[in-house]
């Protein structure tokens, strides 16, 4: 068995079947280089294919949770540069995900906690994520015209989380007004604010809490969700039932009756 890769940019430990990934290039204030979306892209395909790992939880050091991808790295030309021939793989027809985890095929949980400064493609973990908190310190806004660049998936995305005008707003502001931790929790866009040096800790209380449910459904319900999201109503019903039913075989389904009739915690065993 190959030993697990060893990061640069970024923090990797796993505790209590939670994988916390944490971006670490402060002095860049969290920004994406090409190696540090690698290392991202790697860390979270560990993580979902451990199966120690029940949920991940992302977040930043100093000041910035993620400023967006490093300008300081990209070419005069503005073309993207990629680790293998152009259009050679799947990644480079899609959408740009940059640091997003790939919240369309994984099944695991994603908790984003934001511990300072989010913007540009940070705003991807904010509009991805399953669970989202933030920090006292937080802040948020998207910088891409101020810049001369197109808002493109980052606000298509934050459209569907705001409402219309507030995501336009952000928008068309660029870099000039930033929305507080406060408002962002009002519109919905995060789910928490927590003081700023208990924001991990919190995160980690929070994870505990899932992770004391039964993970495999856990995982059905994140997937009916994120798949139906764009179906009609009656079509997403009839997914989410057949994720039901996929579960309701495994052993965890029938631990879970068996445990409240005695009245004891549960043993889960993912399977």
């Not at 993970?215 to 019903?237: F, N, S, Y």
Request: proline share 6%; net charge negative.
């Amino acid at each position: 068995m190959s030993a697990p890769p060893a990061y640069d940019t970024i923090g990797y430990d796993v505790t209590d079947h939670t994988a916390t990934i944490t971006l670490n290039r402060p002095q860049a204030l969290n920004a994406l280089s090409p190696h540090m979306i690698e290392e991202l892209r790697a860390a979270y395909e560990q993580a979902e294919g451990d199966d120690n790992v029940w949920l991940i939880i992302v977040t930043g050091t100093g000041r910035a949770f993620c400023t967006g991808a490093d300008v300081t790295e990209i070419p005069d030309d503005g073309k993207v540069v990629y680790s293998r021939p152009y259009l050679s793989s799947y990644d480079q027809w899609e959408a740009p995900q940059e640091g997003t985890p790939p919240f369309r095929r994984m099944a695991k949980p994603v908790l984003a906690a934001i511990n300072g400064i989010c913007c540009g493609a940070g705003l991807d973990w904010v509009t991805t994520g399953d669970i989202v908190i933030a920090s006292d310190r937080a802040s948020f806004f998207d910088p891409h015209v101020s810049i001369g660049l197109v808002a493109a998936r980052e606000m298509v995305r934050l459209a569907r989380v705001l409402p219309r005008t507030v995501a336009l707003r952000m928008a068309l502001m660029g870099k000039h007004e930033r929305m507080t931790p406060q408002r962002a929790y009002e519109l919905g866009m995060i789910t928490e604010i927590v003081e700023h040096d208990r924001l991990l800790e919190r995160a980690h209380e929070i994870a505990a809490v899932v992770n004391s449910n039964a993970p495999l459904a856990v995982r059905g319900t994140r997937l009916a969700i994120h798949k139906t999201l764009d179906l009609p109503l009656h079509e997403g019903e009839m997914l989410a039932e057949a994720f039901r039913e996929r579960v309701v075989r495994t052993e965890d389904a029938a631990e879970g009756p068996r445990a409240f009739v005695a009245k004891r915690a549960p043993v889960w065993k993912c399977r």
